[in-house]
């Protein structure tokens, strides 16, 4: 790609570090750990892919309010068209300032706020957490006719398994919306 400059690459190789690769980003530079026993040919590969997995996740993170707020609108028209603008929000964005839960939404304004933490999940995730959202536009609390509506997504327990993981591995009370 014209105008794309290969980032500096620092190669951390661990003699106590078996077959886990990770890269993170410091400052300008990305830092991969590798095991020592690999070849140059291994370590060549691997940093290869460690880039375009942190490229993929940079991308990811990079998601804005606007892509939120259509990808908002497929969700309301795939299963729930027959609302129509009763569950179309007036905003939906990405906040930062929501640690205890993976969305919000507030029906008297109809804004929809969603966690940076999700941002980096599978898109079949973020999709249930908006749309998880989006029923509550229509059904404030958590009963009966609000689990229906959600439970039209076909993913919805396996988000819900997902989210429940991730809680846990966090090793935090499951997050609610």
């Known amino acids: ?3 794309t400059r ?10 106590r570090r078996r077959r886990t690769v990770s890269a993170y980003r410091d400052g300008e530079r990305v830092v991969v750990l590798i095991p020592d ?3 140059r040919a291994e370590e060549s590969e691997w940093v290869d892919r460690m880039l375009a997995r942190l490229a993929a996740r940079e991308g990811r993170l990079a998601r ?4 939120l707020l259509a990808r908002a609108t497929r ?3 795939a299963y729930l068209p027959e609302y129509g603008h009763e569950a179309l929000p007036a905003s939906v964005r990405w906040v930062t300032n929501q640690n205890g839960r993976w969305g919000s939404c507030t029906p008297a304004d109809r804004t929809i706020r969603i966690s940076h933490r999700v941002q980096e999940m599978p898109d079949w ?3 249930y957490v908006l749309l998880h959202e989006l029923a509550h536009l229509i059904v404030p609390s958590h009963n ?16 819900r398994g997902y989210l429940e993981g991730v809680a846990a591995a966090a090793a ?3 997050l609610t919306d």
């Open 144 to 159: 009966a006719a609000f689990w229906a509506l959600v439970a039209r997504y076909p993913k919805s327990e396996r988000a």
């Open 1 to 3: 790609m014209a105008g």
């Open 64 to 67: 804005t309010d606007a892509e």
């Open 75 to 77: 969700l309301r028209n």
């Open 6 to 15: 290969k980032p500096v690459v620092e190669v951390r190789r661990s003699q």
């Open 125 to 127: 995730v973020i999709d």
């Open 172 to 174: 935090v009370p499951a």
């Open 37 to 39: 026993q690999f070849s």
